[in-house]
C-alpha cells in the first residue's frame, strides 16, 4: 500500500509540475503557481510551496492513513499576490490558522495538513520537475 501512495505522490507531484514553471534555485514559486491558477489555495513553509490537495480521490481513500503531527506554526497572512510570498503566507487559509505534520511522514511524502472548524485540509509539497 505505501508502494501505491508513493507512485501516486509522485505522478501527482510530476502532474502539479507539468502545469508551473521552475523558479531559480529549482523551486517551486508562488508566482509560477498563480500565474497558471490565480485561484490556486496554496501556503509556503520552510520555503516551499504546498498545494491543497484534499479533494483528490487517493486522499480521500487514504486520509485514515494520515494523522495529525507536530504543530509547525500559524499563518501569518493571506495574501494573493505573489509577490513577497513568504513562509507561513496562505493564498486562502486565514490568518491565524495552525499547520501540522503528518506523523506517516517519515517516508518524505511531503504533506502537511490544516485543521478549519473540525475539518483536516491536506496540503502537499511541490517540487521541481
Given amino acids: 500500500m505505501k508502494v501505491l501512495l508513493k507512485v501516486l505522490v509522485i505522478s501527482f ?7 508551473c514553471g521552475v523558479a531559480d534555485g529549482g523551486k517551486v514559486t508562488a508566482r509560477d ?3 497558471n491558477n490565480e485561484d490556486a489555495d496554496i501556503l509556503m513553509y520552510n520555503g516551499f510551496i504546498y498545494s491543497n490537495v484534499t479533494d483528490l480521490d487517493w486522499i480521500q481513500e487514504d486520509k485514515d492513513n494520515f494523522s495529525k503531527g507536530e504543530h509547525l506554526g500559524d499563518i501569518k497572512k493571506t495574501t494573493s499576490s505573489s509577490f513577497g510570498f513568504r513562509n507561513f503566507y496562505a493564498t486562502v487559509l486565514q490568518e491565524g490558522t495552525s499547520i501540522y505534520s503528518i506523523n506517516e511522514d517519515e517516508e518524505g511524502v511531503g504533506m502537511i495538513l490544516v485543521e478549519i472548524d473540525g475539518e483536516v485540509l491536506y496540503y502537499m509539497q511541490l517540487l521541481e520537475g
Avoid at 507531484?13 to 502545469?19: H, V
Fill in 13 to 19: 507531484a510530476f502532474l502539479l509540475l507539468g502545469a
Fill in 33 to 35: 503557481v498563480l500565474k
